[in-house]
């Protein structure tokens, strides 16, 4: 597998108010995460303009190839799954017919909430918290600190990146995630 090809990996947790951008390089290291949102007063077709320009943008600054979207739940009813269905539409028609000029990317992958679930937890019908939860503690912390409001849309969008990671760079395996585990560091007696 060409190594360059393959190097960045990028989740998208669709949202029009905090939409979780997460990418993550060859080795799984998180090297670029952010919060996109849009202005409420436009239309939903210009709210999904906007979003997919920056999304475009990231890829382009971040040398993106491979790209996830969480997929529609279901389950949901109301305006907001279909507003969500324009959104997740725009993104994923334009990145696979029309990516970024000079930019070839693999087909968008779409990850039903479920399996983007059972592979962060372990749990089909895990919560918000415990995937929040599952993220690396350093993670965790940081965006803890910097994007408390949208700690669930970039959770998601971290792990859709790695799922998509796992997949793209060991086809034939199954998706487990397996939590970093948290190392304590201790200090020497004279500094205690």
Request: positive net charge; aromatic residues 6%; charged residues 25%.
């Amino acid at each position: 597998m060409d190594k360059e090809r393959d190097s960045t990996f990028m989740g998208v947790d669709q949202s029009f108010n905090s939409c979780g951008i997460a990418v993550i390089d060859r080795d799984g290291k998180l090297v670029h995460s952010q919060v996109i949102g849009s202005d409420k007063r436009q239309s939903v077709y210009q709210r999904s303009w906007s979003i997919l320009k920056e999304i475009e943008k990231i890829i382009v600054e971040r040398g993106v190839r491979h790209v996830a979207i969480e997929g529609l739940a279901m389950a949901m009813s109301g305006n907001a799954t279909r507003s969500l269905a324009i959104l997740q539409g725009v993104i994923v028609t334009n990145l696979n017919y029309n990516p970024p000029s000079g930019h070839p990317l693999d087909p968008v992958r779409i990850v039903a909430p479920t399996s983007l679930k059972k592979f962060a937890t372990g749990s089909g019908k895990a919560g918000k918290a415990d995937v929040i939860a599952a993220l690396p503690i350093e993670i965790r912390l940081t965006w803890s600190l910097h994007h408390r409001q949208s700690l669930d849309d970039l959770a998601d969008a971290y792990f859709l990146a790695t799922h998509l990671r796992q997949s793209v760079t060991h086809p034939d395996k199954k998706l487990v995630w397996i939590r970093p585990r948290f190392r304590m560091r201790i200090r020497p007696k004279s500094i205690q």
